[in-house]
């Protein structure tokens, strides 16, 4: 679906983005801004499907909301997260809590949506780069490779 304030943190920062990283953006159906079309190092889709896992391969950093699904996804890719939770006021709290778990264990950032402007993204993002190999290795340690039923008594066992 893409989120407004993800997308707009994004257009807000995109020259100090694009100065440094290549960057694919998946905005969400109806969301593309024209102006960003034909940017140098700047790619924005509204969805995607079959190219998906060929993006992700490609990417050495995740922004994403904080969907148990999506999450335990860049976990297997080992990929770094700064994760935006939906807030507990826009849905069931179950993002937040999401959150929180992989940023405890060290596989991710949080920056609170309520928190969200132009320069906490740029400075929470510069701190997920800072802190990307540490990520990783600790995404390794944990031996991500599970069964469907590890992943479910792994889930379980945070929301307790």
Sequence with gaps: QGSAKINDVIKQNIEQLTNRFQIIHLCGKGNQDESLVGKPNYLAFEYVTDE???L???SNYVISRAGSNSIFEFLELKKPMLLIPLSVHASRGDQVLN???FEKKGFASILEEEDLTATTFMDSFNRLVDEKEEMIDRMFEVNASKTPEQ???LLLTYQK
């Design 151 to 153: 992943f479910v008594d």
């Design 99 to 101: 959150a929180k778990y």
């Design 56 to 58: 992700l391969k490609m």
């Design 52 to 54: 998906l896992p060929h």
